[in-house]
């Protein structure tokens, strides 16, 4: 196994359809434009509550890529 280097990024997913799907979200847009993505790690979690009562699942990740070597 080589050793590697990570490069952390931090982004915020979003969904309506809970924490799960949110963090989904931002990994799939991640891996869209970051090579690599190995882990993720949840930094924080909130929502946002809309004008019709409906919530907006907002969360926080760190994301960890490997740099080419």
Do not use: C, P
Request: glycine share 8%; aromatic share 8%.
């Amino acid at each position: 196994m080589t050793d590697h280097v990570f490069k952390l990024s931090e982004i915020v997913g979003t969904s309506h359809e809970g924490s799960d799907a949110a963090i989904r979200a931002a990994l799939k847009r991640a891996q869209s434009t970051i090579r690599n993505v190995k882990w993720y790690e949840v930094v924080s979690q909130r929502g946002f509550v809309e004008d019709d009562g409906t919530v907006q699942h907002q969360v926080v990740i760190k994301v960890g890529f490997a740099l080419d070597d």
